[in-house]
């Protein structure tokens, strides 16, 4: 696979994990999903998930088992997230390695095609994903709304480093079929 290839979401919403339905996982025949953290589920510095993403977790646990893999080392504070909708979860990841996406994929006893790993980050979550052959969804960054300045250094120079290596990152919400960079 090219680095365009490694790159490229298969999904990017262009919006939150909160506009991730069921449906589009039925779709795209996902049945397992691996989230990352720290800014895909909450903001970097909160320590518990909010009432929505309580919300979104119990409608998609209905039909699809969720890991939470971090590359955060605060085996506590991702302890605590995970506790907070109560899922498994492993802290230190070190994506784009794909092992511990590999373990949560074993742990859910799905092959890694019917998995799909979501995160906020070209260069981890995306890279990790297709390195392992996951479907991977691009979603934008969870942000503290009382934060005023949004400032996302480290992404907006992957965005950009992967946009003029040729990968699209249009917005595909409404084409949902794999591989699909419309």
């Known amino acids: 696979m090219t680095m365009i290839g490694l790159l490229q979401p298969d999904l990017i919403l262009g919006a939150t994990i909160f506009d ?3 449906q589009m996982l039925q779709e795209n025949d996902i049945e397992g999903l ?4 720290d800014e895909t589920l909450v903001p970097f510095k909160k320590k518990e998930a909010s009432e929505e993403l309580r919300q979104w977790i119990g409608e998609i646990r209905q039909t699809t088992p969720i890991w ?4 955060n080392i605060s085996h506590a504070r ?20 794909r092992r511990r996406l590999r373990e949560a994929a074993d742990a859910m006893n799905l092959p890694v095609e019917k998995v799909a790993m979501v995160g906020d980050r070209l260069f981890t979550d995306v890279l ?3 390195r392992l052959g996951l479907f991977t969804v691009l979603v934008e960054p969870m942000v503290d709304p009382l934060v005023a300045v949004r400032a996302h250094p480290i992404r907006d120079f992957e965005i950009w480093l992967s946009q003029l290596l040729g990968v699209s990152l ?11 960079d419309s």
């Open 128 to 130: 990790a994903g297709n």
């Open 20 to 22: 991730l339905t069921a």
């Open 170 to 180: 249009v917005a595909n919400k409404d084409s949902l079929t794999k591989g699909n």
């Open 34 to 37: 691996i989230l990352d953290v």
């Open 78 to 97: 991702i302890g605590n997230i995970a506790k907070s909708i109560d899922l498994p979860f492993i802290s230190a990841a070190k994506k784009p390695s």
């Open 68 to 71: 939470l893999v971090s590359n």
